[in-house]
């Protein structure tokens, strides 16, 4: 029978956990950096002392947010951190490949919190889309505020409202597409970090296969790009805005694959870290580099730049 934790053991990954989750709530414009990592804590525990534990702080954390904040905020983390922690922490402990743990916890918290903020915010009668446009306008209202009490040029901010006028229903639809991104990069920051701490600690057990550099992108996922491609330049409609979701989603795991391409070749090149954090910054301010690793990414698929594919057998 396992060993359970000391009182001690066992708060100190709630009180982290929620202190993290308190941020992103108290403070947004900081804690969106910081909640993020909320999972951490519950991950490296659920891997550590096992699932029961693990469910013990989610539940631990669940009710400190309700009376501290309130029954939205609370359900909000179920959705957004605690399933991620829970479900990541299952697939890491069953051993499934990096992109599977990834793609597996990013399905479940996406469309969990795609269904719960419409739950919780949605009115009666409203259309998917008029909700998300709803909220995109609420959150561009609050910038505009504060672009105005820091004393920004009245006829830039004006020009921004008419922007976000013309925007706000293209954004709307794509949505689904933000939410979904927003819960992989979560997952995957989440995913590196127990990784790089669990094989510091007790070595690789958990984590088979390849590194991220030599990470291959299903190749059949092409398939997806190119067709949510056709929809959105040739569909209307709810096709078009299916097609806009799915194509944003593909080139972020193009990018990606891109990226590891990257990170193979500096590593392959030994280039000293300053210089990737130099290269990685431009990569991440110029839109231009953004879509060239992109590109990069769909068309390893052919090229096999980093040639980590084997060739079928020639009979």
Known sequence: MA???SPKNLLLPVVLAFALVFALMVFPPVGALIGVLSPFPLVFLYLQRGRQVGMI??????????????VNQAMLFLAEYALMALVLGEMIRIQLPA???ILVSTLATGLASIVMLLVLFGPEGTSIEEFFEGQIRAHFSQSM???ESMGENKAEVTDMKAFVEQMAGIFAASYPAFLLIGSLISTTINYGLIRITWIRLYGPG???GPVFSEWLCPETLIWGFIISGAALFFGQGIVSDAGLNIFLVMLVVYFTQGMSIVVYFLKARKV?????FILFILIFVQPLLIGLVAGLGVFDIWADFR?????PDMK
């Open 3 to 5: 060993e359970l934790p």
């Open 57 to 70: 702080l989610v539940a631990l954390v669940f009710v400190m947010l309700l009376m501290m904040v309130g």
């Open 99 to 101: 992109d599977r743990c």
């Open 145 to 147: 505020v504060a672009f």
């Open 206 to 208: 958990l984590f088979p």
């Open 272 to 276: 000293q870290v300053f210089f990737w």
């Open 307 to 311: 040639k980590l594919r084997t060739a």
